[in-house]
C-alpha cells in the first residue's frame, strides 16, 4: 500500500461526545428535548445536512433543518475541540506509517476547514499531505470522486490504494473507487461493517500499520 486514505470521525478521532453535544444543543435550541448520546452516533457518517435532518426528525420542514443546520455548524465548531480525542494507538500507528514512506490523506463528509482544524489541533495534521472534506467536492462519500482526487495526485495504483473506515460509508466508498478497504472495529457503527465486509478488520490503527509494513516488509 503506497497510499492509505482515513476517514476521520470514528476512525483516527473519537468526537462522539462533541457532537452529540452539539447535536443536543441544537435540538435545544429548536425547541426539542434531548436524544441519548448513542443514538446521535448512529446518525454520523453522512456529512452534517443528514446529521441534523436525523437529529430533527421526517417532520421537520427543510427550512427548519437549514436553521438548525448553520446553529448547529456555529454550535460544533466552537466546541469541536473540547473532548474530541485521537483514538489509542492512531499516533503511534501514524508515525511509523510516515517513517516507512507511505502517503496519507484524510477523506471524511465533515466540512473540509473543521476537519483540517482538528487534525492540526489533535497534532496530527503534518502527517497528512491532504485533508478532503464533505465540501470539497461535488459529491460525498460512498461517490469515488474523492479517492481518485487523491490517487491523481500521487499516481497512485488502485492495487496501491486503502480505504480505512469504520462503517459501511467508507467500504462503499472503496468498492466504488476500485480500491481495498480496511474496516476499524472500535468505531461509531461496527455493525455496518458486516455487509459489505472490509477486505481487513482491525481492532486497534496499530494493527494496520503491521499489516501495511510487513507487505512492505515482503
Known amino acids: 500500500m503506497h497510499l492509505l486514505i482515513f476517514d476521520l ?10 457532537l452529540a453535544n452539539a447535536v443536543n444543543a441544537t435540538r435545544r435550541h429548536m425547541g426539542m428535548g434531548p436524544l441519548e448520546n448513542e443514538r446521535v452516533y448512529t446518525y454520523v457518517g453522512n456529512g452534517a445536512p443528514v446529521l441534523i435532518r436525523r437529529a430533527l426528525g421526517d417532520e421537520a420542514s427543510q427550512a427548519e433543518v437549514d436553521r438548525a443546520l ?22 503511534e500507528a501514524l508515525d511509523r506509517l510516515r517513517a ?29 499531505f491532504q485533508v478532503y472534506g464533505g465540501n470539497s467536492f461535488e459529491f460525498k462519500k460512498p461517490n469515488p470522486i474523492g479517492v481518485e482526487a487523491l490517487r491523481k495526485e500521487t499516481g497512485a ?5 486503502m480505504m480505512v473506515g469504520d462503517s459501511s460509508v467508507d467500504v462503499h466508498t472503496a468498492r466504488n ?4 478497504c480496511c474496516g476499524v472495529t472500535y468505531g461509531f457503527q461496527p455493525e455496518t461493517l458486516a455487509d459489505p465486509a472490509p477486505d481487513l478488520l482491525v481492532n486497534r490503527m496499530e494493527e494496520l500499520a503491521d499489516w501495511v509494513l510487513a507487505r512492505n516488509g515482503a
Do not use: Q
Open 9 to 18: 470521525d470514528g476512525t483516527l478521532i473519537d468526537s462522539r461526545l462533541d
Open 100 to 128: 516507512a514512506g507511505k502517503r496519507m490523506a484524510v477523506l471524511t463528509n465533515k466540512p473540509v476547514r473543521m476537519s483540517r482544524a482538528i487534525v492540526e489541533g489533535l497534532g496530527v495534521g503534518d502527517h497528512f
Open 70 to 91: 448553520e446553529y448547529f455548524m456555529a454550535y460544533y465548531r466552537a466546541h469541536e475541540l473540547d473532548h474530541t480525542t485521537l483514538y489509542p494507538g492512531v499516533k
Open 177 to 180: 473507487a476500485g480500491i481495498r
Open 157 to 161: 495504483g488502485r492495487e496501491d490504494t
